[in-house]
């Protein structure tokens, strides 16, 4: 399924006052020079029609590379032509670009054909990068000369600088591995905005970001950047008021005319977070509003007998990738737990009628959640006109705390037990379970699924989280192809939060 | 048979005052701004992938194209990723650039693979392309936006501008066509330097340069770039005090290790020409000695018996490219002509040694010839030790006046009758062709060969003339494929250097 949102009616509402507050905060990034490991082979090489070397930066790397380039032999009589192919897993180089023909653009494929028309040659190209691997290809010199790579190295950048982070405090190597490839993918995702992934989309969506600040506040804690992002959500409304689930920054800031219901609805969790770390008074005051205001659009969905209608065939609710994943039931837990968050933000803002009418619409949704989706037999939640019975939906009524703490423990063991044929596909909805079984006194547990998910990446080769991982199938992609997966994908960043929690907070 | 030479002990010698006078003699190009014909059509379309258009720039061009870019829909969500492929000729573009696996270099093929993050952009291209049809392919956006070409336009550059040169005075539309076609490939190689072809190898070659300078006295009579390209060749020899068959301007001025016997003795040509068009004695002076060592050099490679050793299988002496050409006997003519051309050199600089001494030379030379390569029987000249019988060995025995005028004129006809097998392949061996004709007082026959030889190229849709062109096999290519052909190039401008010395000079 192509999964995109064009509105026909998108009518942007700038709030200029928010997005000076916004820019006045675009942070300055760090840059540090790499050079791949295997430089002195690189050096000795002389390259001649179709010869290749794949160099090895040693970790995941984002940035602006520079390649210092003479000729050997006689005068270069010919243009050198270059191919040049960036890979954040080794295993990306394998695929051939030109036989890819899914739904998402080539565009992201990371290569590029150079013309080089006159040697020795200093060549920085102008696009950023995310990768470890970096093929190098001589498409094509002449017969009177050859290519010599003097030199590669990357001016790596980000927001943060990875220096400042302590180790985790555990013993498990594996943890450790796991907090330190979290910590490396927070990293690389925090450029001029929180991005979803470096590679693709190089975008801030809001679902990604509110997973992102949570890891920051314990790790890298730029709440500027955290600030700055708010204010770009907030300051860049749509239509009724509703926020953008993503934005882009560039030639200027421009909300995406993509609506995803439930992104909207975390934008509160994502400033209580930001207000509970800081006590920014001022931000709290200034966004309160747009945050409420994506709670009253989204009870504005719901149908007479109080649920969310059924869209699982539209790019409208997000929840998790994976074919066939009805979301209406999750829809309306995360409605619930985003009232539980409006009503928090209303306490700190002393705004009593939003407490109120907030409370009671937090109760009336909770039982209609059991009226309609639970089924009594199974003692599962279902989703959907077929009754789909799938992790997703459990785990958000889970955290949306439809049961009281001891009837959740139950749900999410039998969950576990009964193990749905509808698996959960990306490590953002890997998040929400985790933090479902914490949230159910399951801690070990949650640690042993962390080992057990996040592990099984770092065993599988992970220098970054990746943004799909299916552990019952590897090759899953929503894009027609694993090549065109993020291999670090800020939503995958979590471990680093859920760890320090467990081992530093305690 | 891939034709490139490799000198493994390469001197250079730098004449620096020399080098000095040619960087002072550099020229400030001319820009003209140019947009397709059918601009409408392009401003109009909407780009998703796959989507493409040819453009039409109304004529040849050599220049710095521009494209202004911006996007329609949704925001743009992804990079746009864009295909384009500059061609000489429209038939071109019907070779796949991927299946090329000929000798040279792949590079030459004009096509750029690009990628543009930020839309609107206005897209300067760094290169230079020679073409009158630009191919623009969106290999792929996204399913959000389009691309949208606003404007396109080439800065087409050249160091003459054509408005300066009457039309030719001549009745025929053919001829007129021709000598116009001629003139713009002149000026589309006037460059920096007298390049070959402004597509590949956009070099100066001492071969294609003496007949450009040539076109350029009777057209666009810019003195100094031919006075530029004789110091550049006269200040940078090599080894013994070699002229090189080519030189680089980029990154400096630098000489090819590449010795083409013929090649370096038209030097002395090339000097003479000059000198009798500007009467410029301080070049005279400053560049006989140079002209003088190459015919030195010449007569060192003379065996006992008189006679240049057959090297044809390598590339040494260029006559023509053509499959099999034995080159033998015409190297020898070419050294006659070169003494010829000496002995007038050293007449305007009152060398009387050289005089006697080259006039001698001449003499025994001519007898030689006669004795090792005229065939009695057949009454043609032969060459090499299988005794071939080709075009190019006929035209340069006549050129290098080894028999009297009308002993000539029979040779020519004869040769136009018996037609041999190895027939001419570049407008280069036709230029000499041609001046054969003239020289044996055929010129109504060296009128009509211009129109059956050039006039066809104009037929088969020449905006500039061609550097290969075999009118027996009109796919003919030294490089394996047409694809890698130059479709306007230098040597091939001569027409109009005959037409108006015919019509004007008259």
């Known amino acids: 399924m192509a999964a995109v949102c064009i509105l026909d009616e998108f009518e942007v509402h700038k709030n200029e006052e928010f997005l000076k507050i916004a820019d006045e905060l675009k942070p300055e990034l760090h840059e540090t020079v790499v050079r791949p490991q295997n430089m002195n082979e690189l050096a000795a090489k002389q390259f001649k029609r179709d010869d290749q070397i794949v160099l090895d930066f040693g970790n995941h790397q984002v940035g602006y590379v520079t390649l210092d380039l003479s000729s050997e032999g006689s005068h270069q009589d010919a243009p050198a032509y270059i191919y040049l192919r960036f890979a954040e897993r080794i295993e990306e180089l394998a695929a051939d670009p030109a036989e890819y023909d899914g739904w998402i653009s080539k565009s992201w494929i990371q290569e590029e054909h150079i013309h080089v028309d006159v040697l020795p040659a200093k060549l920085s190209l102008p696009r950023r990068y995310a990768f470890r691997y970096l093929e190098i290809k001589v498409i094509d010199v002449s017969m009177k000369f050859s290519v010599v790579i003097n030199d590669v190295y990357v001016r790596a950048v980000s927001a ?48 990604d970001f509110r997973l992102q600040a949570r890891a920051n506040y314990k790790t890298f804690k730029n709440f500027d950047l955290v600030k ?188 576990i037990n009964v193990n749905p044929r509808i698996q959960m596909v990306t490590p953002y909805m890997y998040h929400h379970y985790i933090d479902a079984l914490i949230r159910s006194d399951e801690k070990e547990r949650a640690l042993n699924e962390i080992r057990r998910y996040w592990g099984e990446m770092v065993h599988d ?46």
């Open 160 to 207: 943060v600088c990875q220096d400042d982070i302590s180790p985790l405090k555990v013993e498990d190597p594996l943890l450790q591995k796991v907090d330190r490839v979290a910590i490396r993918t927070l990293q690389n995702c925090m450029q001029d905005v929180f991005e979803d992934g470096p590679k693709r989309d190089r975008r801030l969506w809001l679902g």
């Open 228 to 415: 700055r992002c708010l204010y770009l959500f907030g300051g860049m409304t749509f239509n009724e008021g509703k926020i953008s689930a993503c934005l882009f920054t560039e030639p200027q800031p421009e909300p995406d005319d993509t609506y995803l219901f439930d992104f909207a609805l975390l934008y509160g969790s994502a400033l209580l977070d930001y207000y509970e770390e800081t006590k920014d008074e001022d931000t709290l005051k200034d966004l309160y509003p747009v945050a409420i205001r994506q709670i009253e659009i989204g009870l504005d969905y719901l149908t007479e007998d109080n649920v969310i209608p059924d869209r699982s065939n539209e790019f409208w609710c997000f929840v998790d990738w994976g074919e066939g994943l009805n979301k209406q039931a999750a829809s309306l837990a995360i409605l619930i737990y985003a009232i539980r968050y409006g009503i928090r933000l209303a306490k700190y803002m002393g705004d009593t009628e939003h407490i109120e009418q907030l409370s009671q619409k937090e109760e009336e949704l909770k039982k209609s959640a059991v009226d309609h989706f639970w089924d009594e037999k199974r003692q599962l939640f279902v989703s959907g006109s077929e009754r789909q019975i799938s992790w997703a939906t459990q785990v958000w009524m889970i955290l949306a705390r439809v049961f009281p703490k001891e009837k959740n423990r139950e749900l999410i063991l039998r969950t």
């Open 461 to 506: 080769g992970a220098d970054t989280f990746w943004e799909v991982y299916n552990p019952y199938n590897k090759y899953e992609s929503p894009y027609g192809s694993v090549m065109m997966n993020s291999f670090c994908h800020a939503w995958s960043c979590t471990p680093t939060y859920f760890l320090r929690k467990f081992y530093e907070d305690a």
